[in-house]
């Protein structure tokens, strides 16, 4: 695979990409690197917790269009489609204890419309997994070969079991119908065009530092998440995506921090030390999470290179502006 600069993914020029759910954080920044690759996309997002203005920088841009569309429902696009890429789903614990039902819809109506457009123009279907099919894992770090520890019937399953179901029906249509899919399985990851009030815990931390609040750890702060920026996260995504590779794959970055560690980290990034505040525990909250990432490595090539304290400094400026400091 070649690849000239940030984004210049050689391969993908003159591709179509279907994004689904691309109006979000991730998938922005996914169809960001697809157009500065020479693809066209088309993006289709009911913009949910997503936004528009995430992808303000390719509204003049010819190869990039928004279609503001409900992706449960059938889809229909004109002409070829090289890729059909499924990023829609609310992925905050905030989001998706807000809209439990959707978030199950999505996860399996969306995906299913997906497979079956992918089916149809005879595209790869990539499908964003998530780390969270570990629940809340017993072994760490996590190979993609572990089964996981999911609650099934707890608040957070609906994300989990969602997800789980999505990679079921992603590989059901590559065994019954050869259909050619990628899954990725995301662990945490963060970066500009995160929304400040979704609850997760960095931009949680960075508006807390920023207006000089005490920081909301959970529980007791001990337990653990690896935090990949947002950059080295598209790049393990596209790699993927230009692989030959059907298995689930872990992309992350394995430096695990605790809560209280990665609070301090943002407060020194921040150059503010408003201290901590602690809160209940979320139930099903996972204590660890670590992504083992050989198979990235060994089949991708890949491996992250942005160390959480220069993603934290690359981050700040994003929230320095939308929290108006
Ligand atoms: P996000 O909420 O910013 O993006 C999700 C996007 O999907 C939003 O733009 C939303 O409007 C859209 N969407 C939701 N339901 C839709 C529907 N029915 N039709 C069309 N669009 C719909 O979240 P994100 O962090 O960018 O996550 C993107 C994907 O990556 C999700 O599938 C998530 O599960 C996965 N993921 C993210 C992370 C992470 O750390 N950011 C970790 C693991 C997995």
């Known amino acids: 695979m070649r690849r000239s600069a940030l984004g210049g993914f050689q391969d993908l020029e003159g591709k179509h990409a279907v994004v689904m759910g691309g109006a979000g954080f991730l998938g922005s920044h996914v169809c960001t690197w697809l157009v500065y690759s020479g693809a066209q996309v088309t993006c289709l997002d009911n913009l949910i917790t997503g936004n528009a203005s995430n992808a303000a920088h390719l509204m003049g841009d010819k190869r990039f269009r928004l279609i503001d569309y409900d992706v449960t429902d059938y889809m229909h696009i004109s002409g070829d489609v090289d890729y059909v890429m499924n990023f829609a789903s609310p992925?905050?614990?905030?989001?998706?204890?807000k809209w439990p039902i959707h978030t199950l819809k999505v996860g399996a109506f969306g995906t299913h419309k997906g497979l079956g457009l992918a089916l149809d123009k005879g595209a790869v279907f990539f499908l964003a997994s998530t780390s969270e099919v570990y629940g809340d894992p017993q072994?760490?770090?996590q190979p993609e070969t572990y089964?996981?520890?999911?609650?099934?019937?707890?608040?957070?399953?609906?994300y989990d079991e969602a997800k789980r179901f999505a990679e079921a029906m992603t590989l059901a249509?590559?065994?019954?119908?050869g259909l050619d899919t990628r899954i990725v399985r995301i662990f945490n990851t963060?970066?500009?065009?995160?929304?400040?009030?979704?609850?997760r815990a960095v931009p949680a931390f960075f508006k807390a530092a920023l207006e000089g609040t005490p920081l909301p750890v959970h529980g007791d702060g001990s337990q653990?998440?690896?935090?990949c920026y947002v950059d080295d996260e598209v790049e393990g995504i596209l790699r993927l995506l230009l692989s030959d590779e059907t298995d689930p794959v872990n992309i992350g970055n394995p430096e695990e921090v605790t809560m209280?560690?990665?609070?301090?980290?943002?407060?020194?990034?921040?150059?503010?030390?408003?201290?901590?505040?602690?809160?209940p525990r979320p139930t099903d909250d996972p204590t660890v999470r670590r992504p083992d990432t050989t198979r990235a490595?060994?089949?991708?090539?890949?491996?992250?290179?942005?160390?959480?304290r220069q993603g934290l400094e690359r981050t700040l400026p994003w929230f320095k502006d939308v929290l108006g400091h």
Do not use: C
């Open 297 to 308: 490595e060994d089949i991708l090539g890949w491996k992250a290179q942005i160390s959480l």
């Open 224 to 227: 653990t998440r690896s935090l």
């Open 260 to 279: 209280i560690e990665l609070a301090e980290a943002v407060q020194d990034v921040v150059g503010n030390h408003p201290g901590i505040e602690f809160h």
């Open 190 to 199: 963060y970066g500009p065009r995160m929304r400040a009030d979704d609850g």
């Open 173 to 177: 249509y590559n065994r019954e119908h």
């Open 139 to 141: 072994v760490n770090p």
């Open 91 to 97: 992925a905050s614990p905030v989001d998706y204890l």
């Open 147 to 158: 089964w996981g520890n999911v609650n099934p019937i707890g608040p957070r399953g609906v």
